[in-house]
């Protein structure tokens, strides 16, 4: 039997999700503690890989077991075993071609700036206190929703078989003290959502011209988009799924 489990995480203390050696990871995490609580050897694929320090409000994973257990007694074992940074919220049975990875329809983004100084949020959030044209940079990022090829967003070398991504959503809206830009697309190429931001903010900063941002993109080449903004501002908020009635 294939379960999805839907989880949390604050990312400040891990070098991502994917395991690797001497080093402490989400995936490791995790699958060491449904082990403990299951007592099995199990292989826990993931719904996607965050970066070291990047968090996450949602995350799918998934792991096969044929035992029967009971779903909310295990949710709390699992918490009440588990660091205090990562939270399940639920453990979902599926069908058994179910892939958490691959199924995934939609994934959503956010990254958080803050523009004023403040003690207590600066492992959430990006202080970044210059002046910044909120209004240019949506027109800029509407300009995502054109295309689909973001190789210039991507990390170099990286091994993927296209650059090619759907955005359907990109834009950025102040709360308070606060600037979030929120992008949604089918799939995102790794670093990608930091160097959108890092270029949007060229924009903000009347650095470059919304024309100029649409040059770079299609350019396709990482060395003219903008710099990499900070891993600990970032979140995945949001994955779909067909087949799940409510995936956030």
């Known amino acids: 039997m294939r379960y999805f489990i839907k989880f ?9 999700w994917q395991s690797q050696p001497n080093a402490t990871s989400v995936q490791e995490t995790l699958a060491k503690a449904i082990s403990t609580i299951l007592n099995l050897d199990l292989n826990l694929m993931g719904a996607g890989r965050t970066d070291t320090g990047v968090h996450a409000k949602v995350m799918y994973a998934h792991f096969d077991y044929d035992a029967d257990f009971e779903i909310k007694t295990t949710v709390h074992k699992l918490n009440s075993f588990l660091p205090k940074d990562i939270v ?32 207590f949020i600066n492992e959430l959030s990006w202080y970044n206190p210059k002046e910044l044209d909120v209004n240019l940079m949506n027109q800029a990022a509407g300009l995502l929703l054109k295309h689909e090829d973001f190789e210039c967003f991507s990390k170099v070398h990286t091994d993927v078989f296209t650059f090619k991504c759907s955005v359907t959503k990109a834009h950025w809206t102040k709360e308070n003290n606060k600037l979030i830009f929120t992008i949604s697309a089918n799939r995102f190429l790794r670093n990608m959502v930091r160097a959108i931001v890092g270029t949007l903010i060229k924009v903000g900063m009347h650095k470059i011209s919304i024309a100029d941002f649409n040059t770079i993109i299609e350019s396709k080449n990482r060395s003219e988009a903008g710099f990499s903004v900070p891993a ?10 067909d087949y799940l009635e409510e995936s956030t």
């Open 8 to 16: 949390s995480y604050k990312g400040t203390n891990y070098h991502g």
């Open 232 to 241: 600990h501002g970032l979140y995945l908020t949001e994955i779909e799924y």
């Open 88 to 119: 399940v919220f639920d453990i979902i049975p599926v069908h058994d071609a179910a892939h958490v990875r691959f199924d995934a329809k939609k994934r959503t983004y956010e990254y958080h700036i803050h523009q004023y100084k403040d003690a």
